[in-house]
């Protein structure tokens, strides 16, 4: 039996855990390789409104196809791109890819695109934002940005200030994946949120689950007393859909309603009017 030691004394060595690590170091290594060999690319969701099904927006989700490993998952690599320092550039070009697909597109509807918290702290996100709007030409009110609840932790890079400055280009903010982090009512109240992503947990077990209806319902009445927009993530079911027009929630985003799809499928499906 292999063994290793720490600083305890011996314990086992999980060769299976090395073996994550190894791979773990060789697509740090890679990802930044990836973009120069057009592995990165960034599909999009439709988000709709409830009541009628009518298409809004989109989302913007990355996607790494690797030569060996295939379609990545952002879920196992963002992570490591937050760990090596390559986010920042990947937001970077995200930003600008999504700004510049937009413009291709034969309807005004919005982007939204995700931030790391990194993109705020070790990046510039305030002027990655304002480059990319200025070079592909879009009106900045057609841009969203989802920051998540761990950007509101590491507040020693004036974030206040940073989101007030995007707010002032003229660009929508969501907070993502709500209910999942600390979910502090205080944030609502600090930061310009123009959105509230209910995160897809909540719907999931929506029908048959009294408690995931109860926090639903609160947080759509959250939203109605701060006016902040309210959109719920993984629909999937039209019983989900029905029970969330019902108790008043604007938008939706999931499989109901649509896949993340590359650009081409997108703009085809907004040119034809279909959904
Ligand atoms: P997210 O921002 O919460 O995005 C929603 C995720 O839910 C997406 O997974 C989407 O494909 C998935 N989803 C949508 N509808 C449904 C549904 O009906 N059912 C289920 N089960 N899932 C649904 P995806 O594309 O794998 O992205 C995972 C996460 O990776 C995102 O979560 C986001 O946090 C992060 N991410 C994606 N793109 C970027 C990016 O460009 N930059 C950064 N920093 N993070 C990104
Ligand atoms: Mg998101
Ligand atoms: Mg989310
Ligand atoms: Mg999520």
Same mark, same amino acid.
């Given at each position: 039996?292999?063994?290793?030691?720490?600083?305890s004394g #011996?314990t086992?060595f999980d060769?299976?855990?090395?073996d994550r690590i190894?791979?773990?170091r060789?697509? =740090?290594?890679?990802?930044?390789?990836a973009?120069?060999?057009?592995e990165?690319?960034?599909?999009?969701q439709?988000q709709v409104?409830?009541?009628? @099904?009518r298409?809004?927006?989109?989302?913007a989700?990355?996607?790494?196809n690797?030569?060996?490993?295939?379609?990545i998952?952002?879920g196992?690599?963002v992570?490591i791109?937050?760990a090596n320092g390559?986010?920042?550039?990947l %937001?970077q #070009?995200v930003? #600008?890819r999504a700004?510049?697909?937009?413009?291709? #597109?034969?309807?005004?509807?919005?982007?939204a695109?995700?931030?790391s918290?990194l993109?705020f702290? @070790?990046g510039?996100?305030?002027s990655?934002?304002?480059?990319? !709007?200025? +070079?592909?030409?879009l009106?900045?009110?057609r !841009?969203?940005?989802?920051?998540? =609840?761990?950007?509101?932790l590491? +507040?020693?890079?004036d974030?206040?200030?940073?989101?007030?400055d995007l707010?002032? *280009?003229g660009?929508? *903010?969501?907070l993502?994946?709500? %209910?999942t %982090?600390?979910?502090s009512?205080?944030?609502?109240?600090k930061?310009p949120?123009d959105?509230l992503?209910?995160?897809q947990?909540?719907v999931r077990?929506l029908?048959?689950s009294?408690s995931?209806q109860?926090i639903i319902?609160s947080? @759509?009445?959250l939203c109605e %007393?701060?006016?902040?927009t309210?959109i719920?993530e993984?629909?999937?079911?039209?019983a989900q859909?029905a029970?969330l027009?019902e108790i008043g929630?604007e938008?939706?985003?999931?499989?109901?309603?649509?896949?993340? +799809?590359?650009?081409?499928?997108?703009?085809?499906?907004?040119?034809?009017g279909?959904l």
């Amino acid at each position: 039996e292999a063994r290793a030691i720490n600083g305890s004394g #011996w314990t086992r060595f999980d060769p299976a855990a090395s073996d994550r690590i190894t791979r773990w170091r060789e697509m =740090e290594r890679e990802l930044w390789r990836a973009l120069e060999r057009n592995e990165i690319s960034v599909t999009y969701q439709p988000q709709v409104a409830l009541k009628d @099904r009518r298409l809004i927006g989109v989302e913007a989700l990355v996607r790494w196809n690797h030569p060996q490993l295939g379609q990545i998952s952002p879920g196992d690599f963002v992570q490591i791109a937050e760990a090596n320092g390559f986010v920042e550039k990947l %937001g970077q #070009w995200v930003l #600008w890819r999504a700004c510049d697909d937009a413009m291709s #597109w034969a309807e005004p509807i919005t982007v939204a695109v995700n931030v790391s918290p990194l993109q705020f702290t @070790r990046g510039d996100v305030v002027s990655d934002v304002a480059q990319a !709007l200025a +070079q592909s030409n879009l009106p900045p009110d057609r !841009l969203q940005l989802e920051i998540t =609840e761990s950007t509101f932790l590491d +507040q020693s890079g004036d974030l206040v200030r940073k989101l007030n400055d995007l707010k002032a *280009l003229g660009v929508t *903010l969501a907070l993502d994946d709500f %209910g999942t %982090g600390y979910s502090s009512f205080g944030y609502l109240a600090k930061f310009p949120l123009d959105k509230l992503k209910l995160d897809q947990m909540f719907v999931r077990n929506l029908t048959d689950s009294a408690s995931s209806q109860a926090i639903i319902r609160s947080v @759509r009445s959250l939203c109605e %007393g701060l006016s902040i927009t309210m959109i719920c993530e993984g629909v999937e079911t039209e019983a989900q859909r029905a029970f969330l027009a019902e108790i008043g929630c604007e938008q939706g985003q999931g499989y109901l309603f649509g896949r993340p +799809q590359d650009n081409d499928a997108i703009r085809d499906m907004i040119g034809s009017g279909r959904l």
